[in-house]
Structure formats: structure tokens, C-alpha cells
Nanobody, 121 residues
């Protein structure tokens, strides 16, 4: 599976961005789709995940109520809608896919290249 993330950019605090991750190749062992982020000098952290078969979702407490993850079966993509963005949301965002529906990054087998999100105050 190959993942290609897009949609990052520069936005003012309070604004919105929508990230998209396009998946290609064989969809084996990809029951879970997730977004993670990494800010400078910090470890990669979980943002949101969605289970493919029933759309069950997990969110980090820091983004709950502001971010929404979704998937599109026809387009073979999954998106992260980010609203009410804050400067602390600034990071490189990575999409990922794997066999286990979890907040832990380690079971995710496939990773996109990352897209920069910068929120100015």
C-alpha cells in the first residue's frame, strides 16, 4: 500500500484545513487508517484513527470536537477535517494504515510522506 498525503498549508488561528490521504496498491492488512503529527523537537503523536469496516473513530483529547476523520471507499481516500485550528496544532501530519485499530503508532504498517500544517497566531 502506498499513501500520499496532501492538503497542508499555512492558516491563521481559528481557521480550517482539510488533509487528504490517497491509498493505492493492494489493501491488505489495512483495517485501520490514522493520522499522526510531529512538531519540531517533539515525538510523533496520535491525532485520529478510523476503522475501515464500521467507521468507528478515535481522537486525541487535544483535537476532539475540532477534528474529524472520514474515509471514502469509492475514492480510496481518507481525510482529516481540521477546524478551529490553534498554533499548537502546527506540525507535520502523517497518514498511516495498518492491521490494528489503535492509537499506538507502532502497529501501523504503511505511512505517507507527511504534509506541513502551520497555524499562525
Amino acid at each position: 500500500v502506498q499513501l500520499q498525503a496532501s492538503g497542508g498549508g499555512l492558516v491563521q488561528a481559528g481557521g480550517s484545513l482539510r488533509l487528504s490521504c490517497a491509498a493505492s496498491g493492494r489493501n491488505t492488512h489495512t483495517s485501520a487508517l490514522g493520522w499522526f503529527r510531529q512538531a519540531p523537537g517533539r515525538e510523533r503523536e496520535f491525532v485520529a484513527s478510523i476503522r475501515w469496516r464500521d467507521r468507528k473513530t478515535y481522537y486525541a483529547d487535544s483535537v476532539k470536537g475540532r477534528f474529524s476523520i472520514s474515509r471514502d471507499v469509492d475514492k480510496n481516500t481518507f481525510d482529516l477535517q481540521m477546524n478551529t485550528l490553534k498554533p499548537e496544532d502546527t506540525a507535520v501530519y502523517y497518514c498511516a494504515a495498518g492491521p490494528e485499530f489503535t492509537r499506538d503508532s507502532r502497529p501501523y504498517t504503511y505511512w505517507g510522506q507527511g504534509t506541513q500544517v502551520t497555524v499562525s497566531s
